[in-house]
């Protein structure tokens, strides 16, 4: 047991994008630093000279900060610590527990059990006879990643780590450098990978990985934050020992309901620079309005712009399948009621209950269900069959841009 605070690290290498696998071990281990006073570190294993870039990190650094996922201290970079690796190495080759093989420096992997309680999947044990001894240092002095690992891990104090299953295999030899350098391992802890829905591996066939895509896509941090904190959990099972499922529709669901209780006012920041590359300035009123009006039935802040834009201005309503066959099934119905509810929205208090009420009026008088007055409103506003309340979309558009509108969208007898 140790007594100081806990430190943990995300220690990414520098290869390519943020992937979403990276950003939820990331979340797991300053979730875990959070909770526990601990610190969080960050390491960039950039010791591949040749994939690692400066723009991958920067792309890496982007992504946690977009998550709110804070780090403590100065990010390591691994690349400066060459010094210490190759020290590493020659001490264990002076202590004749390495040895010198065509220029490399190879670790003599110790005979017998190497076990740990590993924090995900409880006991884990190999056999030191079934590991061969595996070279720590190439011929050029540079290291290999087990001993690079090792070495920064114990100066960077680590007392957990908390990594992908990818690296149990990897586990049993660090262990054994951790002890043959002098040092108690610190706890482990291996999270299971993230599968598609079809149950394999994920990959881009199965959409976006990258978490940056997720934030242009339109998702919230706070949605990703949670969706990723929540792979792999079941109500009742403490243990996340088994493969998380990443299902872009349940992230996209739980975008949606982080939408509906996002203030339009925190959203109008999201929203606006969509709206822009749609070439729509609106004033910030109105904008205003039709984010309220839209959000709870948005799974994405891109989602929220088109709606938006589609009250905004009617250029960008587009028909979509239902609506155009509720139109098809009784074009001569669908004209009517739209004719009898421009004659009555003129004279209407332009308010939400003084526009229910006028359309509500006009129903009973012709002897209809309020819905046979509603839906040909919101199909000619929208383009849809699913909106806010009528009388608030049309109280979000404005009469004059609602009644030119909807006069424009009477088709021809
Ligand atoms: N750089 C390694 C990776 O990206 C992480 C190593 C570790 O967490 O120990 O997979």
Same mark, same amino acid.
Do not use: C
């Given at each position: 047991?140790?007594?100081?605070?806990?430190?943990?690290?995300?220690?990414?290498?520098?290869?390519?994008?943020?992937?979403?696998?990276?950003?939820?071990?990331?979340?797991?281990?300053?979730?875990?630093?959070?909770?526990?006073?601990?610190?969080?570190?960050?390491?960039?294993?950039?010791?591949?000279?040749?994939?690692?870039?400066?723009?991958?990190?920067?792309?890496?650094?982007?992504?946690?900060?977009?998550?709110?996922?804070?780090?403590?201290?100065?990010?390591?970079?691994?690349?400066?610590?060459?010094?210490?690796?190759?020290?590493?190495?020659?001490?264990?080759?002076?202590?004749?527990?390495?040895?010198?093989?065509?220029?490399?420096?190879?670790?003599?992997?110790?005979?017998?059990?190497?076990?740990?309680?590993?924090?995900?999947?409880?006991?884990?044990?190999?056999?030191?006879?079934?590991?061969?001894?595996?070279?720590?240092?190439?011929?050029?002095?540079?290291?290999?990643?087990?001993?690079?690992?090792?070495?920064?891990?114990?100066?960077?104090?680590?007392?957990?780590?908390?990594?992908?299953?990818?690296?149990?295999?990897?586990?049993?030899?660090?262990?054994?450098?951790?002890?043959?350098?002098?040092?108690?391992?610190?706890?482990?802890?291996?999270?299971?990978?993230?599968?598609?829905?079809?149950?394999?591996?994920?990959?881009?066939?199965?959409? +976006?990985?990258?978490?940056?895509?997720?934030?242009?896509?339109?998702?919230?941090?706070?949605?990703?934050?949670?969706?990723?904190?929540?792979?792999?959990?079941?109500?009742?099972?403490?243990?996340?020992?088994?493969?998380?499922?990443?299902?872009?529709?349940?992230?996209?669901?739980?975008?949606?309901?982080?939408?509906?209780?996002?203030?339009?006012?925190?959203?109008?920041?999201?929203?606006?620079?969509?709206?822009?590359?749609?070439?729509?300035?609106?004033?910030?009123?109105?904008?205003?309005?039709?984010?309220?009006?839209?959000?709870?039935?948005?799974?994405?802040?891109?989602?929220?712009?088109?709606?938006? +834009?589609?009250?905004?201005?009617?250029?960008?309503?587009?028909?979509?399948?239902?609506?155009?066959?509720?139109?098809?099934?009784?074009?001569?119905?669908?004209?009517?009621?739209?004719? +009898?509810?421009?004659?009555?929205?003129?004279?209407?208090?332009?308010?939400?209950?003084?526009?229910?009420?006028?359309?509500? +009026?006009?129903?009973?008088?012709?002897?209809?269900?309020?819905?046979?007055?509603?839906?040909?409103?919101?199909?000619?506003?929208?383009?849809?069959?699913?909106?806010?309340?009528?009388?608030?979309?049309?109280?979000?558009?404005?009469?004059?841009?609602?009644?030119?509108?909807?006069?424009?969208?009477?088709?021809?007898?």
């Amino acid at each position: 047991m140790t007594t100081s605070a806990p430190r943990v690290r995300f220690a990414p290498s520098p290869t390519g994008y943020l992937h979403v696998g990276g950003a939820r071990t990331a979340l797991l281990n300053w979730l875990y630093a959070r909770h526990s006073s601990g610190k969080f570190l960050l390491r960039i294993e950039d010791t591949d000279k040749q994939r690692s870039t400066d723009e991958h990190t920067k792309v890496i650094l982007d992504g946690l900060t977009w998550l709110g996922l804070d780090w403590d201290e100065q990010p390591v970079f691994q690349g400066a610590r060459l010094s210490q690796h190759q020290a590493a190495a020659d001490r264990l080759l002076a202590e004749g527990k390495a040895y010198l093989d065509e220029g490399t420096i190879r670790f003599r992997m110790p005979p017998g059990e190497i076990a740990w309680e590993d924090a995900v999947h409880g006991r884990i044990s190999f056999k030191g006879e079934d590991l061969k001894d595996f070279i720590i240092l190439r011929s050029d002095r540079t290291p290999i990643y087990n001993l690079a690992v090792v070495v920064d891990d114990v100066d960077m104090g680590i007392t957990l780590v908390l990594r992908g299953d990818d690296h149990i295999s990897n586990t049993p030899k660090q262990i054994a450098l951790y002890r043959a350098l002098g040092h108690e391992p610190p706890q482990f802890g291996h999270v299971p990978m993230i599968n598609g829905p079809d149950g394999k591996k994920l990959s881009k066939r199965h959409g +976006a990985t990258a978490v940056g895509d997720y934030q242009h896509l339109g998702i919230l941090p706070a949605a990703m934050r949670n969706f990723l904190a929540l792979l792999g959990w079941s109500p009742g099972g403490d243990r996340q020992s088994k493969a998380a499922i990443f299902d872009t529709t349940k992230l996209e669901w739980m975008n949606g309901q982080y939408l509906s209780a996002t203030s339009a006012e925190e959203l109008y920041p999201l929203v606006q620079p969509q709206l822009e590359r749609l070439g729509l300035n609106g004033n910030r009123d109105a904008v205003f309005k039709a984010i309220g009006a839209v959000k709870t039935r948005s799974r994405t802040t891109l989602d929220v712009a088109r709606q938006v +834009a589609v009250r905004l201005d009617p250029k960008f309503v587009e028909f979509d399948e239902k609506a155009k066959k509720e139109v098809a099934k009784d074009p001569l119905g669908y004209r009517a009621a739209l004719e +009898a509810s421009v004659g009555v929205l003129r004279g209407a208090d332009w308010s939400p209950e003084g526009l229910e009420k006028t359309l509500r +009026a006009l129903a009973e008088q012709r002897g209809v269900a309020a819905g046979k007055v509603f839906q040909p409103i919101r199909i000619a506003l929208t383009g849809g069959t699913v909106s806010e309340p009528v009388n608030q979309l049309l109280y979000v558009i404005g009469k004059e841009a609602a009644l030119k509108r909807l006069e424009a969208a009477l088709p021809p007898i």
